[in-house]
């Protein structure tokens, strides 16, 4: 006869400490409580250390031949399953290795279930997270991720108390809006909005920070090195070739920027059809220029 343990736990943060608690049950009765505080992690290890440690402690019960683990947070469950491996995804891994060691026959399960639905097993658990109110009281050591968080988060401050006092900055930004029309923000997380959208292509990577920064071979930034000649746009419509004119009203380029959108989809779009827009003639020469349309 098979024998299941039910693991239902959750994982909540307060002033940088975070809080893991697994209830295990098996058939008719509760088994045991697992409570763990750990310091400056990131909610992603909380969750995967909550996992770890839940099946470290239930795969040493006996005759237990099956393990459901029920969590709110699925997507850190599929992350112990990733090809990148990760120091807490490592050692569930070695649990897991030892588990189904034991006998042919033993399996685990990953449930989801969003704290929304009130199911009561996972309100007994959430009420001990609730009722949890642990104060550090010794110094404690960063994770790798909460680290790289800090970090990250300093070199984005740090740079956008600099972006704020630099000259000209609105002149020659181009703000850009994702597609629910908000203005893009600095992240880092999931390589950011900006690498998402033409990270792919190296070309078109160059093509697109220069047309963002300004600092492409186009009248305007010539205009600044070389402030006595003229840089008179080809379409003979406009006195400088400037980065809003190129965009918008130029007709040597097709039209695929909408004045009312300015969305960074759109302006992938509109690079991707004008590869010869904040180019330099030279570099057109040497490169293959093969980018997908979809």
Known sequence: MISTAIDVMNTSIKNNIATAVSYTHIPNRFLSKIRHHSAFVMSMEAELFAIRYSINQTSLINNISKIIVITDSIHAARKIFDISPHPYTTAILQDLHTFFSKNSINSIEFWESPSCLNWHLYKTVNRELKSSNHTSIFLYKMSWDYSKKTEYNDICWNWKMTFQVLDNKSC??????????????????????????????????????????????????????????EFKCLCSCYPIKLQRHILHDCSKFNSYWNPGRDSLSYFVMFLKANPLAFAFNDSLLTTNINWPYS
């Open 172 to 229: 020659h930004f181009l703000n850009l809006l994702d597609d629910n029309f908000n203005e893009i923000e600095l992240s880092y997380a999931k390589e950011g909005l900006w690498l998402q959208s033409f990270g792919h292509s190296n070309s078109l990577c160059t093509w697109a920070t220069r047309a963002i920064t300004n600092y492409a071979p186009i009248g305007e930034y010539r205009l600044r090195f070389f402030p006595r000649k």
